[in-house]
Structures are given as C-alpha cells and as structure tokens.
C-alpha cells in the first residue's frame, strides 16, 4: 500500500525554463519504509508524461525540478518492495510528497 502525503509550499524565485512563459514547479519527496520507518536508499522515482527519473537519496529524499503543473503518475520501484503508482496533481507550487513503501511478501 502506497500511503502519499502532499502538502504545497510557496514558490520562490525559481524562472521558468520553458520560453511559453508556463509556470513550472518542483516536487520533492521523501521515501520510507512502511514497517521500520526508515528511509529507502536508491529508490527509482519516475514521473509520467514528463520522461524524468531520479534516484532517493542517503536520506531517502528525492527532486524533480522544471515540471510543467498538471496531472501525473508517481511511481516507486525499489528491489524487494512492491512497486508503487500513484496519482498525483501538481499545481503552481512547490510540492511535497512522502511515500511509504511495503516489502514484497
């Protein structure tokens, strides 16, 4: 079970990278374990529609930066968990996200 928080902050100063002059925003997260509360190591994080992948962290945190608001899949592949897809809606904040990932059983 994929339990995700999202919570928006204040958008500072970050320009757009776009020339259309769309507002972009970040999302950032942090990944831990359902049981231990530990944070995960080496999480592939991928956002849909927007070809960006990246990795958590020593801290399990993880970014993405210049993404266009809108509706996208959030999904968390770690060896020896279940993988995790959720639906997520960013807006024309900053967005924060906090998943927990279950071992395979």
Known sequence: MLTMTVTAK????????DS?????????????????????VGVEITLDK???KTYTDLDGNFT???????EYQLVSNYISYEKATEV???DT??????????TSK
């Open 10 to 17: 204040d958008k500072e100063g970050d320009a757009p990278a």
């Open 20 to 40: 259309d002059n769309t507002a972009t925003v970040a999302l950032s997260g942090t990944v831990y374990d359902s049981d231990s509360g530990e944070f995960l």
């Open 50 to 52: 927007s070809g960006k």
């Open 64 to 70: 993405f930066k210049n993404i266009k608001p809108g």
């Open 88 to 90: 997520i809606n960013l």
């Open 93 to 102: 904040k900053n967005n924060e996200v906090k998943i927990k990932m279950e």
